[in-house]
């Protein structure tokens, strides 16, 4: 698995990715089946959240935690160079309390043994090697120590999502080949090319089909900020430099093709139940009990299985 695209979406600032009601926060369900996890651990429990990204799943157990008095003890590790505070905007005091260790796979957790009460995860797990990540979980577990983690589904909405996005991301990246078409419309104009007409003509061309397929999937994120972008773009290229324009340009185009890295990255770990129930094998595997094995519902739509482990009391 790359970093660099899930480097470039956490340092863009964002919490969540998905499903979420403005694109910041886990909402709703997520949220509230989160929270009355965390409301069940005994006061000051030590909590791990592995692959915690920018850290939603933390706050929501540090909100729980200040409603429900339990002083709970907060730590986030990622494999990606983490720095919630730094990257997400506005994000004042909210992490304080918290403790995140960039640089840290869930293979190799920079802590002794036996040293939380609960291990948790939010679409992280399955990014993992999995008998490594679930042997490194159970070791760090303290004796009657619980587990929870969401992992993607194979037929949950999320995924469904993330391969629309990802064909109309091939669509725009490779066969309109818009931020191209442009660029190269933009150079014209500039040089004042008598091929100006014909390149602004295939610009308006690929533009029309994108406004076409946006009517027929109108909550397509990608669709609908190229096409601000490409707006945008001859909205204000008179009053940038050419310089400033092409590098702009780049930028979008690179962030598009990032967004696409991390989609087949999250449609090649979604898990089938025969993933699922290696999991449980290599918990079993590795001193843990299976607690439950349910799935995780958004507005009624399924998003992820949940896994709950116990490590058998020492």
Request: contains cysteine.
């Given at each position: 698995?790359?970093?660099?695209?899930?480097?470039?979406?956490?340092?863009?600032?964002?919490?969540?990715?998905?499903p979420?009601?403005d694109?910041?926060?886990y909402?709703?369900?997520?949220?509230?089946?989160?929270?009355?996890?965390f409301?069940?651990?005994?006061?000051?429990?030590?909590?791990?959240?592995?692959?915690?990204g920018?850290?939603?799943?933390l706050?929501?157990?540090?909100?729980?935690?200040?409603?429900?008095?339990?002083?709970?003890?907060l730590?986030?590790?990622?494999?990606?160079?983490?720095?919630?505070?730094?990257?997400?905007?506005d994000?004042g005091?909210?992490?304080?309390?918290?403790?995140?260790y960039?640089?840290?796979p869930?293979?190799?957790?920079?802590?002794?043994?036996?040293?939380?009460?609960?291990?948790i995860g939010q679409?992280?797990?399955?990014?993992?090697?999995?008998?490594?990540?679930?042997?490194?979980?159970?070791?760090?577990?303290?004796?009657?120590?619980?587990?929870?983690?969401?992992v993607?589904?194979?037929?949950?909405?999320?995924?469904?999502?993330?391969?629309?996005?990802?064909?109309?991301?091939?669509?725009?990246?490779?066969?309109l080949?818009?931020?191209?078409?442009?660029?190269?419309?933009?150079?014209?104009?500039?040089?004042?090319?008598?091929?100006?007409?014909?390149?602004?003509?295939?610009?308006?061309?690929?533009?029309?089909q994108?406004?076409?397929?946006?009517r027929?999937?109108?909550?397509?994120?990608i669709?609908?900020?190229?096409?601000e972008?490409?707006?945008?773009?001859?909205d204000?290229?008179?009053?940038?430099?050419?310089?400033?324009?092409?590098?702009?340009?780049?930028?979008?185009?690179q962030?598009l093709?990032?967004?696409?890295?991390?989609?087949?990255?999250?449609l090649s770990?979604?898990?089938?139940t025969?993933?699922?129930?290696?999991?449980?094998?290599?918990?079993?595997?590795?001193?843990?009990?299976?607690?439950a094995?349910t799935?995780?519902?958004?507005?009624?739509?399924?998003?992820?299985?949940?896994?709950e482990?116990?490590?058998?009391?020492?």
């Open positions: 698995m790359s970093l660099e695209h899930w480097q470039a979406f956490l340092q863009s600032g964002a919490l969540a990715s998905c979420t009601a694109g910041r926060r909402d709703k369900e997520i949220e509230s089946d989160w929270a009355r996890f409301a069940a651990l005994p006061k000051g429990a030590r909590i791990l959240d592995v692959g915690t920018n850290g939603p799943v706050l929501i157990a540090k909100q729980t935690s200040l409603k429900e008095g339990l002083n709970l003890e730590h986030g590790t990622d494999r990606a160079d983490i720095d919630p505070e730094r990257f997400v905007a994000s005091d909210q992490f304080q309390n918290i403790t995140f960039p640089s840290s869930t293979e190799q957790l920079p802590f002794e043994d036996g040293v939380f009460d609960a291990v679409y992280a797990l399955e990014y993992g090697v999995g008998d490594k990540s679930v042997s490194e979980i159970a070791r760090v577990l303290k004796g009657n120590g619980v587990t929870r983690f969401v993607h589904h194979e037929s949950s909405i999320v995924v469904a999502n993330a391969r629309e996005s990802s064909e109309y991301a091939r669509w725009i990246l490779n066969e080949q818009v931020y191209r078409r442009l660029e190269q419309f933009l150079h014209m104009e500039r040089i004042k090319s008598p091929q100006t007409d014909k390149g602004y003509a295939r610009l308006e061309k690929v533009g029309r994108m406004y076409d397929q946006l027929l999937s109108p909550n397509s994120h669709l609908r900020v190229t096409l972008a490409v707006q945008n773009f001859l204000k290229r008179y009053q940038l430099s050419a310089t400033t324009l092409t590098s702009e340009l780049k930028t979008k185009r962030t093709e990032l967004a696409l890295a991390r989609m087949q990255d999250l770990h979604a898990c089938s025969e993933d699922i129930s290696n999991y449980e094998r290599y918990a079993l595997s590795s001193g843990l009990e299976i607690r094995r799935l995780q519902y958004h507005d009624e739509n399924l998003v992820g299985w949940v896994l482990w116990r490590r058998n009391g020492e």
